[in-house]
């Protein structure tokens, strides 16, 4: 969980500096909302899927935020049926740090 959060928040980092990947590690967190999120290609220094797949339709939020839990991106957020939602997302125009993916259910 992230500082703030309560356990129905999700998240999948992505690392890169000045443009240029330097690892690949993932958040893992359960899933008792029934979302699980994905981000391929991952590290990345340009344009990412972020697919959210959600067990029954219901309304979801997806956010990208910055290493100290700042929304920079609001990618989805409204109502989801259920299956993969595939959002596309350009992380070439954030500066190099550290992001994550939220998912979270509303």
Known sequence: EYPGEGADTYAWAIRSTAGYPVASETVPAPSP????VDVAPNPSSGAVTI??????PSSVRVVVVDALGRDVAVLHDGAAPAGDLAL?????R???GVYAVRALPG
């Open 33 to 36: 909302a029934g979302l699980s």
């Open 51 to 56: 697919s959210v797949a959600v067990a029954a």
């Open 88 to 92: 596309a997302f350009d992380t070439s």
């Open 94 to 96: 954030l500066a190099p």
